[in-house]
């Protein structure tokens, strides 16, 4: 091992570093002497290369998916059994190569996880993390572009990880005492219920339990000991010694368990939902002053953060289907989670997006807080979700009743309509290319892979100026000016207010004051601009 190698074990960071990093050498060095031996003048020796180069391309990508693809038709399990299999496996295995090995009694899936015995998988599973991505994008060049841009994030993330990560006393240690007692898979070490002496016991058992020598091996003993007496695990699962016994040199057979994935992912999603959905009322109900824009860039993030989520939970619903769960099970299981409304479990099971009207609580203490600060203010200022109000129904009907599983959020039609109204100024028309209700509009039509490449942080997407192409793209093209008829007389006030306000219609009315303003109150504004008696 090389000095690095030495050094980083000395870290609290990497686990098992010697055997990725000698894998890695091996390799590169049995391809350099492949290449020099192919090269040679002498027949025997570039034969002997071929073979060579041809052996470890055998080796390292041929045998994993010959023996997947055979166990697959041995089996008759197909590829959207393999891709649902994917989404319930835990995550140190949804790169693995994974070979099916049959079926339990209530026809869900067994598998192997090939890579725990492939001494080559470091060198190929980054490869199948860009494959996977893919395989979950839409067939169209963005998604797909998007989709290996986020498969190669996972790839470099498969190549850094055993060098990167929390060594296993460092993990243990922090989820005991930093992360107050939950691990990163989000498992709990101790309660908050705990007293002070429980909590410290825990935290010394969950270091020493990471600590133990061969933990992998004596949980395998373990589980062959159950199969042989009968006894059932601690989630009664049921252990087969035909399953277990392989295990000793690492084939043991899995049991999917799509059941009990849909109870964790069910959680998981109701928990998302509710956060996506108070990105856009926590911030407007602290009592200040906002403006419609304010209130619709609001509504147009948190609305795709849901859609995100939503997207995602029909994307599991739909791999528990591809395993043998039946729909009545799959609404009977989701149907459990407290806070989840009717109408959010019908558009899951029929893969339909419905976007989320503002709440009457919402509205009502929009129209109080506005209410306050006008008296306070001694001012007059329309209430901002009213005036955001046919924004936000147009948002709604024009993305009502998308396919969850093949269609995106749009809000770019809005964008557009915007601009031409004069309410932002374009890109072509000499706009500031800093217009952040603008890059913010782009930003939430924007496909997951693309905002995870920013991970999820919009200040970094907006520097990046990635949206300004769009912004160019979606700007609608100015006529050629006409000559028009002489207009009639106005005064200085009403042509210098025109030109400070670009919003101002023929009736010498904005869009805003139109649609607010008593005729009385639009007179008095008609007579400050010079344009009335």
């Known amino acids: 091992m090389g000095r690095f190698g030495r050094a980083l074990r000395l870290s609290p960071l990497g686990n098992f570093i010697a055997f990725p990093l000698e894998i890695m050498r091996t390799g590169s060095n049995i391809l350099d002497q492949s290449i020099k031996e192919m090269t040679s003048n002498i027949p025997e020796i570039a034969a002997l290369g071929r073979k060579r180069f041809a052996s470890f391309g055998l080796t390292v990508g041929a045998i994993p998916q010959v023996t997947a693809e055979t166990f697959k038709a041995i089996h008759n399990v197909s590829n959207e059994e393999m891709e649902g299999l994917r989404r319930i496996v835990p995550e140190w295995s949804k790169n693995s190569t ?98 002070p002496f ?24 373990v589980r062959l000991e159950k199969s042989i007496t009968g006894r059932p695990g601690r989630y009664g699962e049921e252990f087969n010694l035909s399953d277990e016994l392989p295990g ?7 049991q999917a368990n799509p059941e009990r994935s849909l109870v964790y992912k069910t959680t998981s999603f109701n928990s998302n939902l509710k956060k996506a959905e108070n990105l856009f009322t926590s911030p407007l109900l602290r009592g200040g002053r906002v403006s419609s824009d304010d209130i619709l860039n609001g509504y ?23 395993l043998g769960m039946s729909d009545a099970k799959i609404r009977k299981e989701i149907s ?14 029929l893969g339909r997006y419905v976007p989320k009207r503002p709440s009457n609580f919402f509205t009502q203490r929009m129209s109080e807080i506005n209410r306050d600060l ?76 693309v905002k995870q490449a920013f991970n999820y942080d919009f200040e970094q997407y907006f520097a990046s100026g990635v949206w300004m192409e769009k912004a160019q793209m979606q700007a609608p093209k100015q006529p050629e000016p006409q000559a028009s008829p002489q207009s009639p007389q106005v005064s200085a006030n009403a042509i210098q207010d025109m030109k400070v306000n670009t919003n101002v219609m023929q ?12 005729p009385e109150e639009q007179g008095i ?9």
Request: charged residues 25%; hydrophobic residues 35%.
């Open 98 to 195: 994974l070979v099916p090995r049959g079926r339990d009694k209530n026809g869900y899936l067994k598998y192997t996880d090939f890579s725990y015995s492939n001494a080559y998988d470091t060198l190929i599973r980054p490869i199948q993390a860009i494959f996977n991505s893919i395989a979950e994008g839409k067939n169209d060049a963005i998604s797909l572009k998007a989709s290996l841009g986020n498969g190669l994030q996972q790839g470099a993330r498969e190549i850094l990880e055993p060098f990167a990560s929390e060594s296993i006393f460092t993990e243990a240690l922090l989820d005991s005492v930093i992360r107050d007692g939950v691990g990163k898979d989000g498992r709990r070490v101790w309660s908050e219920a705990d007293e």
């Open 198 to 221: 429980v909590k410290v016991v825990k935290s010394f058992g969950h270091i020493g339990k990471a600590m133990v020598p061969m933990q992998s091996t004596f949980n395998q003993l």
């Open 248 to 254: 000793l040199w690492g084939f043991r057979s899995i």
């Open 300 to 322: 147009q993030y948190s609305e795709s953060r849901r859609f995100h989520i939503l997207k995602e939970m029909a994307k599991d619903i739909e791999a528990m289907k591809h």
């Open 336 to 349: 459990k989670r407290r806070g989840l409304g009717k109408d959010v479990i019908n558009n899951l099971m």
């Open 374 to 449: 006008n008296r306070q203010q001694g001012v007059s200022v329309p209430n901002p979700y009213l005036v955001a109000l046919p924004s936000i129904n147009q948002i709604i009907n024009q993305n009502r009743n998308l396919d969850l599983l093949n269609d995106n959020i749009n809000f770019s039609q809005l964008a557009a309509e915007g601009m031409a109204q004069g309410g932002r100024v374009g890109m072509e028309d000499g706009g500031e290319p800093g217009d952040k209700a603008l890059a913010a509009n782009i930003w939430a039509t924007e496909p997951e892979q």
């Open 507 to 518: 009736t010498g009315l904005t869009p805003t004051e139109h649609a607010l303003l008593s």
């Open 525 to 533: 504004r008609l007579r400050q601009r010079g344009m009335g008696r």
